[in-house]
Every structure is written in structure tokens, then in C-alpha cells.
């Protein structure tokens, strides 16, 4: 039961990083926009982002992969 309680908190952790990233892209855009900033700086946090839902997706696939591996 422990392995199952296991993929349950990863499964919370990935949700959570899906949600802080897109929390954090959605202030940073209102912020960059409020204050003016370059098209530059505003695309590097576009790219952090990014990198945040690319590590998100990866997780998932290991989650994924856990659970095939616990079912079968």
C-alpha cells in the first residue's frame, strides 16, 4: 500500500508544479506588462515557463511509468 500512497504524492507534487507555473506565468506577464519591461526579459520568463511545463510533462511520464511498472 505504501508504493500506491507513494504515486498518490507524485502525483499531487506534479499538479502542484503544474499549477505554480502557471500561476508564476500568469503574474510575471501582468507584471512585465504593468511595468514596462523588454520584449526580451518578458520572453525569457516565457522560456522559464516553459521549462517549468517541459519538467512537469517529464514527471509524468515517470509517473506513468511507476505505474506500469506497480500494475504490472
Known amino acids: 500500500m505504501a508504493k500506491k500512497d507513494d504515486l498518490n504524492r507524485q502525483g499531487r507534487k506534479i499538479a502542484l508544479v503544474i499549477a505554480g507555473t ?16 523588454s520584449q526580451r526579459l518578458r520572453a525569457l520568463f516565457d522560456l522559464v515557463a516553459l521549462a517549468g511545463f517541459i519538467w512537469a510533462f517529464w514527471m509524468i511520464y515517470g ?9 504490472g
Do not use: C, K
Open 22 to 37: 502557471g500561476v508564476f506565468w500568469i503574474a510575471i506577464t501582468a507584471i512585465g506588462g504593468a511595468l514596462d519591461w
Open 63 to 71: 509517473l506513468w511509468r511507476a505505474r506500469q511498472e506497480h500494475e
